[in-house]
């Protein structure tokens, strides 16, 4: 190797040894993951070298040299239901590892925590409950679940973590969630993979991967103004959601204080739980998910309020326990906007000269 | 090593003096044919004119890949190069390959039959091959298209300002060209066979081209509506994929599936006919099973239907649809495996020579083997989540479409090439292209397994520097397939004019077209066969031969 340069020899030696061929395992789902994957390998090389070695063998062995004259044979029903019941049988071990996985990856435990994340053409935005936001960033805990409720704001992206093996569509319109727990401190890649347009591949950003402690420091440094349900709860005032919902009795609304996870009779009969998308769907499409008991008086928000905007209500009604405040600010007539974070003039995205404004944009009155 | 190759005495050997090929001169004599035969040669020249042209978009798509910044193009052109490959490779190459050339030509020889049931349909069917192939070579000389082959709604209709109607209107049309092959091939095969040719003496070959007709014919038109609605949606906005406006957004996605999921075996079902067809005839041996092997071609079709919702576990299916899905896909791929045994076992006991079409479908019994063994990786749920829309699908399709489809595709013509033209292509170059390929190939796509599970995005066109390797392992590889795929056309070519006379039967098959002068007569046989033995009777064929010898001498 002596008549190679150095430098390009420096170059070969950093190109070839830092060459990935397996992800980093980093969530507590990855293991379970990575063992179907290696039985599924073991199972293709099977196949693969059994079809391979009949193939080689019985070419060696009856080719046109060896064996001038074939010997007709009809078929063998024993033998066919063997390489009929085999294959099946092995699929069929697929089939439920590959569903119980599935299950586990895609049902988060109910002591999880919630980031919320929106997808656009080419960036992801994360916010925290505390307000925290980043862009093409994440930043989580070591060993705590975390589950993503995730939208996206024009095309489907794709949220995808290869360290955790764990990927899920992000739909324009419909919440959409995925959970993982993290169990290695490091940054990760990720990716976008569902194709977006032009700039799909840069669509990516950092899972960063923190100890607690870290992760705590991190939280209380990062704080830029109010938390999501402290944002929602202005929006609630400053849209007049609070003018029908006030928990009163003869209010014109149902009450809200309580209202997430519970079970939800709708006028149309069916039952259903007031989950995120159920609330998110509630604000934009009133009609279609009337609530029993109540006149479909409710005005749709549609193009009023932006995704952010909306997880900032959602969150705060999720977190509603009582209306005691939201009948204080009825009654303090008049709350003047501090912050129009999330509040969108119409659908254009336009300038945001908030200073003129008579009253806060967008707002139905 | 010996052969089974049995040629005329080559000195003062000519070609047939009336033949399909010397029937009428002049272009408008081959582009106003009815001719089953001439139009399996418009069909030859037309996909091998398209598959080179997206053949250079992948290969330019790899160059780029060598690095992992975003150097050689820009990335509206890489996202642009990759739906061009897509929608070519797809719409204008692999789906009409084996049906519209090789089963077009054989088809109707093989069933005794002068032509198709309907000729000018399937003359109509080539014209609309060509003006969907002439819209989407407009869409791209007018600037492309960047929705991906895939279409994806409300990215196709709403964010995107390239020439999506005009390529969607090239599916469309090209869609209704194999509508109406499906359809001529169905009725063909009910009504013109040969006396004596009973379903179960039909070379496998047909059934399987039955089998894939079926699928055309229903599930192209699904396609059509899908591609209907995103044109409306797009210029007039009706709003069935919106979101904004009540419309649902996972819609397309079902509907694109349910033609796109079949469609993967109406790639792949043709090309098993000729792999059938092959093994049979080098190791001499009926194809073991024969029943088995005809009815899985029908079982794929059938099951093949129900299982396009295994392309949206990620996007939010209901569980209990994921499960049943999933389910059904592990189903689809039982009958994969038959095949391949049966193939295996067909061997057992012959009297095997390797000739150039067998040299690939042993290529492609091993590569759609990997290819097929993958698919079960992506239908089994869990792992689906971290393998889909990586590297490890675009691995896992080019396994099963260019490694298992295309190998087929080259076994068929290099198989039926003399029945074709009359003429022998020069054999050890031939075998060379064959080894060159199955290398070029797995060099290609193998690395992409790993990429895949890395993570690595597929349609990124810049990715993570530790990706490099694999990646510059992959541009390696597409390029010895490209000298793979250069050196038949090359060859072929000569071959038109300086290839050994081929004679009847060059390759001692049992296949009702061997029995007839190659290249055939326009009416193909001189008086209509009678069939009275089962499909690859090699004794049939061993005892007609020493008559033929008694009787001439
Ligand atoms: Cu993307
Ligand atoms: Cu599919």
């Known amino acids: 190797m002596s008549h190679i340069s150095p430098v390009i020899w420096q170059f070969l030696e950093k190109w070839l040894t830092t060459f990935a061929i397996f992800p980093p395992q980093a969530s507590a789902i990855a293991p379970y993951t990575d063992a179907l994957y290696f039985f599924l390998i073991l199972i293709t090389l099977a196949g693969g070298v059994i079809v391979t070695l009949l193939v080689v063998g019985f070419s060696i062995l009856y080719r046109k040299d060896k064996n001038p004259v074939a010997t007709q044979i009809e078929g063998s029903t024993l033998l066919e239901a063997t390489w009929t019941i085999i294959p099946l049988a092995l699929f069929m071990v697929c089939f439920v590892w590959g569903a119980l996985l599935y299950f586990r990856i895609y049902n988060p435990p109910t002591n999880a925590m919630n980031i919320y994340v929106v997808g656009k053409q080419w960036m992801w935005k994360v916010e925290h409950p505390g307000g925290q936001h980043e862009i093409n960033a994440l930043h989580v805990p070591i060993g705590k679940p975390v589950q993503l409720t995730m939208i996206s704001q024009d095309v489907f992206h794709s949220f995808s973590i290869p360290a955790f093996r764990v990927k899920r569509e992000v739909i324009p319109g419909r919440y959409s969630t995925v959970w993982f727990e993290a169990t290695k401190v490091g940054t990760y890649h990720l990716f976008c993979t569902q194709y977006c347009g032009t700039s799909h591949s840069a669509m990516i950003g950092d899972i960063v991967v923190m100890t607690q402690a870290d992760y705590k420091a991190w939280l209380a440094t990062s704080v830029s103004g109010a938390s999501l349900a402290q944002n929602g709860e202005r929006l609630f005032a400053s849209l007049s959601c609070n003018a029908c919902h006030s928990g009163d009795a003869a209010a014109r609304g149902p009450n809200l204080a309580n209202l997430y996870g519970s079970r939800i009779q709708l006028a149309n009969g069916s039952l259903t739980t007031a989950d995120d998308a159920f609330l998110r769907e509630s604000i934009l499409n009133p009609s279609m998910h009337a609530v029993a008991g109540y006149a479909p008086i409710m005005p749709t928000y549609q193009g009023q309020i932006s995704e952010e905007g909306l997880i900032g209500v959602v969150e705060y009604i999720k977190n509603l326990n009582s209306n005691y405040r939201v009948q204080q600010t009825l009654n303090t007539t008049e709350l003047a906007p501090t912050q129009q974070t999330g509040v969108e003039p119409g659908a254009t995205s336009g300038t945001r000269s908030g200073t003129a404004a008579p009253s806060v944009p967008g707002m139905v009155k | ?553």
């Open chain 2, 1 to 553: 090593m010996s052969t089974i190759v049995k040629l005329p005495p080559q000195e003062g050997a000519t070609l047939p003096r009336r033949s399909y090929l010397n029937d009428g001169y002049g272009l408008k004599s081959w582009l106003l044919t009815g001719d089953h035969k001439r139009i399996a040669i418009l069909y030859l020249i037309s996909i091998t004119f398209f598959f080179f042209i997206g053949g250079a978009m992948a290969g330019l798509i790899r160059l780029e890949l060598l690095t992992p910044q975003p150097d050689l193009v820009a990335s509206d052109t890489y996202n642009k190069l990759f739906t061009m490959h897509g929608v070519i490779m797809i719409f204008l190459f692999l789906v009409p390959s084996v049906p519209a050339v090789i089963g077009n030509f054989v088809i109707p020889i093989m069933l005794g039959a002068k032509d198709l049931a309907f000729p000018k349909v399937n003359l109509l069917s080539w014209y609309l091959y060509v003006a969907g192939g002439i819209f989407t070579l407009s869409a791209m000389v007018l600037g492309g298209v960047d929705t991906g082959w895939t279409f994806t709604t409300p990215l196709s209709t709403h964010y995107l300002n390239t020439h999506v109607i005009t390529a969607a209107l090239g599916i469309f049309v090209a869609g209704f060209s194999s509508i109406f092959t499906g359809l001529n091939f169905i009725v063909t095969i009910h009504r013109m066979r040969a006396p004596g040719m009973t379903w179960f003496r039909l070379p496998l070959f047909v059934w399987s081209n039955y089998a894939a007709s079926i699928l055309m014919v229903l599930g192209t038109p699904v396609l059509a509506i899908a591609i209907v609605l995103v044109a409306l949606e797009r210029t007039i906005g009706i709003g069935v994929f919106d979101p904004a406006r009540g419309g649902d957004p996972l819609l397309f996605q079902h509907l694109f599936w349910f033609y796109s999921h079949p469609a993967v075996y109406i790639m792949i079902l043709p090309g098993m006919g000729v792999i059938s067809e092959v093994i049979s005839t080098f190791s001499r041996k009926r194809v073991f099973g024969y029943t088995a092997v005809a009815f899985s071609s029908v079982a794929i079709a059938v099951f093949g239907f129900f299982v396009w919702a295994h392309h949206m576990f990620i996007m939010g299916v209901s569980n209990y649809s994921a499960l049943v899905f999933s389910l059904l896909t592990m189903l689809v791929a039982v009958p994969s495996a038959i095949k391949i045994f049966n193939w295996t076992a067909t061997l057992y006991k012959g009297s095997i020579t390797f000739e150039t079409p067998m040299l690939y479908a042993f290529g492609f019994i091993g590569l759609f083997t990997i290819g097929g063994l993958t698919g079960v990786f992506l239908g089994s749920l869990g792992m689906d989540i971290h393998l889909t829309e990586t590297y490890f699908i675009v691995a896992h399709f080019h396994f099963v479409m260019v490694g298992g489809m295309l190998m087929a595709y080259l076994a068929g013509v290099h198989f039926w090439w003399p029945k074709m033209t009359g003429r022998m292509y020069p054999e050890s170059l031939s075998k060379l292209a064959a080894v060159v390929t199955f290398i070029g190939f797995n060099l290609t796509f193998f690395p992409q397994f790993v990429l895949g599970y890395l993570g690595m995005p597929r349609r990124y066109h810049a990715y993570p520097p530790e990706f490099q390797v694999l990646n510059v392992l992959s541009t390696a590889g597409a390029t010895v397939l490209g000298v793979g795929y250069l050196l038949p056309m090359i060859y072929m070519t000569w071959s038109l004019k300086y290839g050994a006379i081929a004679g009847n039967n060059p390759w001692q098959a049992t296949g009702l077209e061997w029995q007839t002068q190659s290249p055939p007569i326009t009416s193909n046989f001189v008086e209509t066969p009678i069939m009275d033995h089962e499909a690859y009777d090699y004794d049939w064929l061993a005892n007609k031969t020493t008559h033929e010898v008694t009787t001439v001498g």
